[in-house]
């Protein structure tokens, strides 16, 4: 059974830090890990999704890496701003039975300080 | 790019009672959709996998007659909570995607829905 773990749950910084959010899974039988944010009593919002056979994706202020190897993927964000402040979540998708089989992890609360 | 829309997003309803949540892609054909539960401060689990025309797949712990899906449009797929308790109160989530089947690295992005919130009194 996949398990997906995400460290630190919460995080607090001030602006314009640069930080990293961990996400770890046990199968490393994935076809694409996928980062999300979701604000307070809202839906998920898709940040980044890299496939299998690549290793990061960029977008703006964000950059994730996958290795599939060591199970482990990352999210870097740059020069945070409080807009930023949410709950970050790693998604891993993997096929199963012929249809996709996604495993969230256990989240990062980030809030930054202005 | 692919929308999923869910409605309403948020209903609040007495012990009892039937709820329905409908998920709808705006401007693609979903074959096949998913719903998710997400408990306060807890991550989302997967209910449901349903494909359009066929019956839904439930994950292991979930009641498939108090959680009904029916998926009968490519466009739009419903859960219904039958006989609402205040424990089924939770955030809802489906998102919906264009390939159930072989992998498809153009296609088969999940694209999730903004949550239907549910208070059961």
């Not at chain 1, 964000?77 to 979540?89: F, M, V």
């Not at chain 2, 009672?17 to 991550?43: G, H, N």
């Not at chain 2, 998102?95 to 498809?104: D, E, I, K, M």
Request: neutral net charge; contains cysteine; charged residues 15%.
């Amino acid at each position: 059974k996949q398990e997906v773990t995400q460290i630190p749950a919460a995080l607090s910084v001030p602006e314009g830090e640069n930080l990293v959010l961990n996400c770890s899974f046990t199968d490393s039988a994935i076809y694409n890990l996928q980062w999300f944010r979701q604000d307070p009593g809202k839906g998920l919002t898709s940040l980044l999704l890299i496939q299998s056979s690549q290793r990061e994706q960029t977008s703006g202020r964000l950059n994730a890496s996958l290795d599939k190897s060591s199970g482990r993927s990352t999210l870097y964000i740059a020069a945070s701003q409080p807009g930023d402040s949410a709950t970050y979540l790693c998604a891993v998708i993997r096929f199963s039975g012929g249809y996709q089989k996604v495993t969230f992890g256990t989240g990062t609360k980030l809030q930054v300080i202005p | 790019g692919a929308v999923v829309s869910q409605h309403p997003s948020w209903v609040i309803c007495k012990s009892g009672t039937s709820v329905k949540i409908e998920c709808r892609s705006l401007d693609f054909q979903a074959t096949t959709m998913f719903w998710y539960r997400q408990f306060p401060k807890q991550s989302l689990m997967l209910m449901a996998t349903s494909n359009e025309g066929s019956k839904a797949t439930y994950e292991q712990g979930v009641e498939k007659d108090k959680f009904l899906i029916n998926h009968a449009s490519l466009t739009l797929s419903t859960l219904t909570v039958t006989s609402a308790h205040p424990e089924d109160s939770s955030f809802y989530i489906c998102s919906a995607t264009t390939s159930g089947g072989s992998p498809s690295p153009y296609t088969d992005t999940q694209y999730f829905g903004p949550g239907t919130r549910l208070t059961v009194l």
